[in-house]
């Protein structure tokens, strides 16, 4: 056996090709708990999970538990399921080598560690590696979770404006389980023939402002359209709660920065542009090689000290005490003249 992606797995699992052990590590719960779910649910039928079914959770539990349900043969069924939920927290995890070497093939044992990697020099990690089904959850870069939101919604029949998906992961971050959550919530509030999601559901049924966000704050200010900037700056100002200044001038500088290196950039057809920059969808080149258009490197330099120094000043240094919505209208003033 080897380190096997997801849908590898979950197709696996489908066809019922089952394997001793499954072990599931990393720092995204997300795909974990799909696994650990898929398995629970679904390998065994209603009438088998009573004598079958075997959950336990780390810091309740010892080793030797594991190795007692794990070694058990299944009544009436073909298999069992034994699941270490939390299993970080397995005192003497290394102790359990000793059934690793040797899994009784109708277990099912499914080892959920989150939060962490194992170490693979040491001999536990060798031994999951070569005798069970070895997953490894990692976050997913900012960037790609426009993305993962689309491929979500496609797998379900529904599909998203970029706009409305870019909307999405900047204001809930990098938490697949919470905005799987709120696009099943989405899901649920489109009309029967409805199939797309948009800007606008996202603003009437989440709360995220479709005129006053940062996707709009960086259109404005690449198109140096002083009016709408300043009123969503404005907006920003009387809303830090929902648009902290920490959070708006990282958005921006990476924006700048990006178009920074957009200058140098040889080929500059749409496909490369949107690798190299690793946008979040094709939808947005427009806006950076427009951007481009209206700043020279010498002013999107100039723009990112400018970022850099409001960043400073939001943070208190020099004893700085401004509040936030006024270095927000003065950094904006600065950018745009």
Do not use: C
């Amino acid at each position: 056996m080897a380190v096997e992606s997801f849908d590898k797995i979950i197709s696996d699992l489908k066809k019922k090709e089952y394997s001793p052990v499954y072990f599931l590590s990393g720092d995204e719960p997300f795909y974990i708990d799909q696994i650990t779910n898929y398995i629970q649910e679904n390998v065994l039928n209603e009438s088998e999970l009573t004598f079958n079914l075997t959950v336990l959770y780390g810091k309740d539990s010892e080793v030797s538990n594991v190795i007692d349900s794990s070694k058990r043969f299944p009544m009436m069924s073909t298999h069992q399921v034994v699941i270490i939920r939390e299993a970080q927290d397995l005192k003497n995890f290394e102790d359990l080598s000793h059934y690793i070497e040797h899994p009784l093939k109708s277990t099912l044992l499914v080892i959920s560690y989150k939060y962490k990697s194992l170490d693979k020099r040491k001999k536990i990690a060798k031994l999951l590696i070569k005798n069970s089904v070895f997953f490894e959850s990692k976050k997913l870069y900012d960037d790609k979770l426009p993305g993962w939101i689309s491929n979500y919604l496609s797998a379900k029949k529904y599909s998203i404006q970029p706009k409305a998906a870019a909307l999405l992961a900047e204001f809930l971050g990098s938490d697949l389980s919470k905005i799987a959550n709120e696009l099943d919530k989405l899901i649920i509030t489109l009309d029967e023939n409805e199939k797309t999601i948009t800007p606008e559901h996202i603003e009437k049924n989440i709360g995220i402002s479709k005129d006053y966000n940062i996707y709009e704050l960086q259109s404005a200010l690449g198109k140096k359209d002083v009016l709408k900037a300043n009123r969503i700056i404005n907006y920003f100002a009387d809303n830090q709660k929902t648009n902290h200044i920490t959070r708006t001038i990282s958005s921006l500088y990476f924006f700048f920065s990006k178009v920074l290196i957009y200058y140098w950039i040889k080929d500059k057809s749409q496909d490369n542009v949107f690798r190299t920059l690793k946008l979040g969808s094709p939808y947005f080149v427009k806006q950076y090689v427009e951007t481009a258009g209206r700043y020279n490197p010498n002013k999107v330099i100039q723009i990112i000290a400018i970022l850099r120094e409001y960043d400073l000043k939001s943070k208190g240094f020099e004893g700085n005490n401004t509040p936030a919505g006024e270095l927000l209208k003065e950094m904006t003033f600065k950018i745009l003249h």
